[in-house]
């Protein structure tokens, strides 16, 4: 089956600065990728997800990449801000969606 | 806006007790799943469930049991609950229409064995 591995499982950064989370897949048949941000106290909400048949797609501050012949993809945070302290999530799915492990960013004013 | 909504935000209950976890979406979703969430593993899938009365099993299902009458209900089950089964749980919900449907979940519930 499917196995995500993300990292890091903590990031610092700097408010203003870029941070990059980075995840791999196992299952090459895996074709949607979404990144899911959870604050304190709530579930996980879909922040952007990616289809095996784009490389890049980019909405406003938040970018996700995707190499299929590598097997990662990769959320990239521009001009971080303190709300965007959070746990985020990537997921890979062909059949059924497989989350990696999290990643805890904080923005530091 | 999509609004899964789990009945309790925090449980506590006893090792050997029959516990139930509720979950509804008000968007008409065909398909509802039942995640739970422990530090450094992610999400993990319990169940999950593509219509009304319909089951499938996720990674993780020892020790659980779904049920799912109606279709915007979808209940969780631990026949006799065990003190490892202490986690968060999750809900989610996403329609069948097309292949790449985002989930929508729920705030969680932090579930406590004693």
């Known amino acids: 089956g499917e196995n995500v591995e993300q990292h890091p499982s903590t990031l610092s950064v700097q408010e203003g600065d870029s941070a990059v989370i980075k995840c791999t897949y196992s299952?090459?048949?895996?074709?949607?990728f979404p990144w899911y941000k959870q604050e304190l106290g709530k579930g996980p909400q879909l922040i952007i997800d990616?289809?095996?048949?784009?490389g890049e797609k980019k909405d406003q501050r938040i970018a996700v990449t995707l190499n299929k012949t590598a097997k990662h993809f990769s959320l990239h945070i521009t001009e971080t801000q303190p709300e965007d302290s959070a746990v985020y999530f990537c997921?890979?799915?062909?059949?059924?969606?497989?989350f990696g492990q999290g990643t805890r960013l904080t923005i530091n004013p | 806006d999509v609004k899964v909504t789990q009945s309790s935000r925090y449980l506590v209950k006893r090792t050997g007790e029959k516990v139930f976890l509720e979950c509804v979406q008000d968007?008409?979703?065909?398909?509802m799943f039942w995640y739970r969430q422990d530090p450094g593993l992610g999400l993990r899938l319990i169940y999950f469930?593509?219509?009304?009365?319909?089951?499938e099993k996720g990674d993780i299902p020892e020790g659980y049991s779904v049920s799912r009458e109606k279709k915007e209900r979808f209940s969780l089950i631990l026949e006799s609950a065990s003190t490892n089964q202490t986690s968060m749980y999750l809900c989610?919900?996403?329609?069948?229409?097309?292949?790449?449907?985002?989930?929508?979940f729920g705030d969680g519930t932090r579930l406590s064995i004693l």
């Open positions: 989610a919900s996403s329609s069948r229409q097309g292949l790449f449907q985002p989930q929508h």
């Open positions: 469930s593509y219509d009304v009365k319909m089951k």
């Open positions: 299952d090459s048949a895996s074709n949607y």
């Open positions: 990616i289809r095996s048949n784009v």
């Open positions: 968007m008409d979703h065909e398909n």
């Open positions: 997921a890979a799915t062909a059949q059924k969606l497989v």
